[in-house]
């Protein structure tokens, strides 16, 4: 069975400040995509990683994909109240389950402070 | 561009009983995924839908059942329900198989009592 640990699974900081999220596993995947979903709404797509070593950035936003494929990483810059949510990672295509799935976190909880 | 669209909102039903959840892909959209979400968790993978034929099912017992159409919509069924079944379910619609990045809804809220 194929499992993504996500760390912290809660995070209160307070606006101004930075922070980064952790996605592990044991897993290689061939992509892996970070969501963001808001009480009671379905996870919106942020970004796709695919290549080992990735790095993509979206605003104040930096994704990175560990070169093995196992793990991906979050990093926020001068978090803002309106990035309050919970941050999702899935994986897709890992050994095992095939191309169909995504295999998601448990996700971080994420409250910025004004 | 059409979103994922879901209905019913939110549902109410008791032990036993079945329910009809249903799902309309974003526009261009071939392939339909459900989920699963408990309270405090992550979503957990039903089973996708590519053109009308189950293309995957995850680890959930049979009285889970779906459809998807010509239309690509689709319909996840659930017979027999139990306390445990009381969740979001999200449905999620992508167009690129290769990557599987898939486009969420906004969920049904389900509640069995």
């Known amino acids: 069975t194929q499992l993504l640990e996500q760390s912290p699974q809660f995070l209160s900081i307070q606006e101004g400040e930075n922070l980064t999220v952790y996605c592990n596993s044991s897993?290689?995947?061939?992509?892996l995509q970070w969501y963001r979903q808001e009480p009671g709404e379905g996870p919106v797509l942020l970004v796709t990683?695919?290549?080992?070593?990735e790095v993509k950035k979206l605003k104040r936003l930096t994704f990175q994909f560990g070169d093995a494929r196992k793990d991906s990483s979050l990093h926020i810059t001068a978090a803002q109240p309106g990035d309050t949510g919970l941050y999702l990672c899935a994986g897709a295509g890992g050994s095992g389950a095939g191309s169909y799935q995504l295999t998601f976190g448990k996700g971080t909880k994420l409250s910025v402070i004004p | 561009e059409t979103g994922v669209t879901q209905s019913p909102t939110h549902l109410i039903k008791t032990r036993g009983q079945q329910v009809t959840l249903r799902c309309s892909s974003q526009s261009g959209h071939n392939t339909v995924s459900w989920y699963q979400q408990a309270l405090g968790q992550g979503p957990q993978f039903i089973f996708q839908y590519y053109r009308e034929e189950e293309n995957g099912r995850g680890n959930f017992p049979p009285r889970f059942s779906g459809l998807q159409f010509p239309n690509y919509s689709s319909e996840l069924n659930v017979n027999a329900l139990e306390l445990d079944d009381s969740a979001l379910y999200l449905c999620?619609?992508?167009?690129?198989?290769?990557?599987?990045?898939?486009?969420f809804g906004p969920g049904t809220r389900l509640t069995v009592l």
């Open positions: 990683v695919v290549t080992g070593g």
């Open positions: 897993s290689v995947f061939s992509s």
């Open positions: 999620a619609s992508s167009g690129d198989i290769a990557y599987n990045e898939q486009f």
